[in-house]
């Protein structure tokens, strides 16, 4: 049958516990994994509804004044066209994940092949006419390789690997997950989704 697989690795997973937390392992686990299949595939949801937190309620209309104080207004003025707003933001909410400035997430970039992790520097709501989009600006964005969703939900990254230069995330065409950080003495991220 199709699911003896799937038997054989709850019976392993239930193995390794004290039995009293069994069931979380075992949910936390095969959800985890299923959120990372779901973001190396590109899969998007299409019911999602962008819950927004502005960090302030001023729409900024003046685009130039704006740029000289922001490098993803600025990015966006030069390169949007049709932009007549934007609304600098805290954090926003999609479906079940919430981002928030100052925290990782792993995430598809426009001009790079592959998942990024990164810090989130900026986050701006951006208002054409008849849409509006959100993009996310990265400070210390690293290049993800293989991202091995069997290993539980745990991948590691240097600090001294080099950081890169990225686009700015596009929200609605990226695949985005919450992950949670620490650095460890060796100057080693370890991340966990």
């Not at 069931?23 to 190396?40: C, D, E, G, I």
């Not at 993803?72 to 981002?99: D, I, K, Q």
């Amino acid at each position: 049958m199709p699911w003896e697989g799937f038997l054989q690795v709850i019976k392993a997973l239930f193995n390794m516990t004290n039995y009293k937390n069994a069931p979380y392992t075992v949910a936390s686990f095969w959800s985890m994994k299923t959120a990372l299949r779901l973001v190396t595939t590109g899969y998007q949801i299409s019911w999602y509804d962008n819950y927004v937190q502005p960090s302030t309620d001023d729409l900024l209309d003046d685009l130039v004044t704006a740029s000289a104080s922001s490098i993803l207004v600025y990015t966006l003025h030069r390169s949007m066209a049709g932009l007549f707003a934007v609304r600098h933001l805290s954090s926003f909410r999609r479906g079940p994940v919430e981002v928030r400035l100052g925290e990782f997430i792993l995430a598809s970039a426009p001009n790079h092949d592959g998942l990024l992790v990164g810090l989130v520097a900026e986050m701006v709501e951006a208002f054409c006419v008849g849409a509006s989009f959100i993009r996310i600006r990265f400070d210390e964005a690293r290049a993800v390789g293989e991202v091995d969703s069997e290993r539980g939900g745990v991948f590691t990254v240097w600090k001294s690997q080099p950081c890169i230069q990225c686009d700015p995330v596009c929200v609605e065409h990226s695949a985005i997950c919450e992950l949670h950080a620490w650095l460890d003495e060796n100057g080693r991220y370890t991340f966990t989704y």
